[in-house]
Each structure stands twice: as C-alpha cells, then as structure tokens.
C-alpha cells in the first residue's frame, strides 16, 4: 500500500509539472530504438550450473508508438525485443565447481530471448524547448526462450553428455523506463533511454531426462539510443 501510494504521488507530481510546461509534440510518436540488454538479479548471477545464470550483455531493439492525448501525457504500445548469449566458459567453470569428478567440461549453448508486448502512460517533461526528460510506466505480456544446451563432461573413468531441452514461459510483466529526448527538428528527435523489467520465472526443462524445475528472477537493464518521429 505505501509502495502504490509513492507510485501515485509520483504520477500526480509529474503530471502537475507536464501541464505547466510548454507544448513539444503533435498528437503522434513513434520511435525505433537499439542498444545493450545488461542481465540482473539471477540472470547472469554466475553460481550454480542453470544457464540463466551465465549470461552475458547482450542485444536488444525497441519499437514504440505514443498518443498525446493531453500536452506531455500519451498512451503507448511498445516492442521489445532482446538477446543474451550465454558465457560458456563460465559455464563449464560452474559444472568443474558442482563435481570433483569432472576432469573437463566443455558447453555448446544458444543464447536466451526475451520478447515482450507492453502497454501503458508516457511522460514528456521539456526543459527548454529542445530538451526533454521522458518517463514510461508500462505492463503487458513477456516471453522468455531458456535456450538448448549440450555438456560435454569428462572424468578419470569415463564421458558423460547432459544435453537440457528448451522452454518458453509467457507471463504478465512491467517496465519502467527513464530517458532523455533532444529535438532536432520539427519533426525528427533523438532520445537515450534506460529500461528496466523484472520476472520471477519458472523454467520446467529436461536435463538428460531429468525433470528441472528452475525459479529464476530474470530481470534486465536496456541502454538504448534511438530516434523518432511526431506528427
């Protein structure tokens, strides 16, 4: 209750501001967006031997499109899409720590992909007329791909191979984001943006034929640059 009540204050207090500022938009934005998926929480933890916790910085692409119903207040819909490709070596340091056993290990793995569809407010608060502080409070639907991966394992006496099989899990999630905008002409905008989304996931795989249940907080940081146009 107190966490909705900051929420809420927060809200009032940006759209207090938003109306006392001049007018920078048309009616319409939309923006395209690409940058760096940066692992949080769980994901890319580096214990254990579950693939989430190896992966790596990776890629990522954003597209949105805004309705200014009000001066600086919109409603929006946004894309996005990332990838994190999964350290290997790191991986196989993990399984040489789970068992003394090993003697060498070595990973084949494909990378982790996150894409969600989102939907909710944004907040344009100008500066001067060619600065802009940008602000998104959006939910919306979140799937994430625990890729496929292979384990060559080896020990004094024998080989072993533990291949793990896939899974998708689509779940309800959120995103908040925080940005600058720079004017470049009437029409055209430069924007740097940081996201931020978070989701506890249960991940049910097969390791060799043995049943995986794997809860995970996968939570990531996007740094994206992108431009966009109103109208």
């Excluded at 190896?54 to 890629?59: A, S």
């Excluded at 060498?104 to 990378?111: F, G, H, K, N, Q």
């Amino acid at each position: 209750m107190k966490r909705l009540f900051i929420i809420l204050l927060i809200i009032g207090s940006v759209i207090k501001i938003a109306n006392s500022q001049e007018y920078m938009y048309q009616r319409g934005l939309v923006t395209l967006s690409a940058g760096v998926a940066i692992p949080a929480y769980d994901f890319g933890k580096l214990r254990g031997i579950n693939l989430s916790s190896y992966v790596k910085i990776g890629t990522n692409i954003t597209a949105e499109a805004v309705y200014f119903y009000s001066w600086h207040i919109g409603f929006g819909v946004l894309l996005n899409y990332s990838i994190n490709p999964i350290n290997n070596e790191k991986l196989s340091e993990g399984y040489l720590l789970a068992s003394s056993a090993f003697t060498s290990v070595t990973a084949e793995t494909e990378p982790f992909r996150d894409f969600s569809g989102l939907a909710g407010f944004v907040f344009d608060i100008p500066a001067n007329e060619y600065f802009s502080l940008t602000f998104k409070m959006m939910a919306g639907l979140r799937n994430v791909y625990k890729p496929t991966a292979l384990i060559k394992t080896t020990t004094v006496f024998s080989s072993v191979d533990y291949y793990e099989t896939s899974n998708n899990e689509l779940l309800f999630a959120f995103l908040t984001s925080i940005g600058v905008r720079f004017k470049v002409n009437e029409n055209l905008n430069a924007h740097f943006t940081a996201y931020y989304i978070g989701s506890k996931l249960e991940f049910n795989y097969n390791r060799s034929h043995k049943e995986i249940n794997e809860l995970s907080h996968i939570g990531v940081l996007q740094s994206t640059l992108g431009v966009s146009y109103s109208f």
